[in-house]
């Protein structure tokens, strides 16, 4: 079963949720976030940093909450935080992300903007096994995304969303049949 971690508008959760894929529980590190609200009558909660006394405590409660869910595959989709070994241990090799660069190129939250800012002629997508470094671990997935004419963040990570929603879900569903 299928946890999404999410932090912000929720679209790739949107995703997997169109595809079918049976996600059984949506978590997020903000009360607010958007794309809880997405997840209709499915399980929600919201551990905020400043609930716990250190990300790794913040993380084992997270990690319980999901494993009460039987959920043993997570899916991070937008989910800006890094995990800690406290987390992964939970899971291991069985937490994966959705990142909008050709990774190894351009980690981190801003990689569309520092895609634009570079001057590169082509993005892409790359779907991957999470590890305790920032957007590295081993990739599953990559398509390449072209740059145009007059891009801006808007339009660039617009384009490269709409490979996204096809990528993670492809990825999601290969990760559990191949178990
Ligand atoms: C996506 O572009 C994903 O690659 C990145 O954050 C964005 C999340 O978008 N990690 P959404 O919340 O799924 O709409």
């Not at 999410?6 to 169109?18: E, P, Y």
């Not at 400043?50 to 494993?67: C, V």
């Not at 995304?145 to 990570?157: F, I, M, N, Q, R």
Request: glycine residues 8%; charged residues 20%; contains cysteine.
């Amino acid at each position: 079963m299928i946890g999404v971690l999410v932090s912000g508008g929720g679209t790739n959760l949107q995703a997997l949720l169109d595809a079918g894929l049976p996600v059984r529980a949506v978590a997020s590190n903000k009360r607010g976030a958007p794309a809880l609200a997405r997840a209709g009558d499915l399980p929600t909660a919201s551990f905020e940093l400043s609930d716990y006394a250190s990300r790794a405590e913040r993380d084992t409660a997270m990690a319980d909450w999901l494993q009460q869910h039987d959920v043993d595959v997570v899916v991070l989709a937008g989910y800006m935080h890094l995990l800690t070994p406290q987390f992964l241990e939970r899971f291991p090799a069985r937490v994966i992300n959705v990142h909008p660069s050709l990774l190894p190129d351009f980690p981190g939250a801003h990689a569309v903007a520092d895609q634009l800012a570079a001057g590169v002629r082509e993005s892409g997508v790359t779907v991957h096994v999470v590890d305790e470094g920032i957007d590295s671990g081993p990739i599953l997935l990559q398509e390449r995304v072209p740059v145009l004419e007059g891009d801006t963040v808007e339009t660039l990570h617009e384009r490269i969303k709409r490979v996204e929603h096809r990528l993670l879900p492809q990825a999601v569903e290969e990760l559990l049949c191949a178990r």
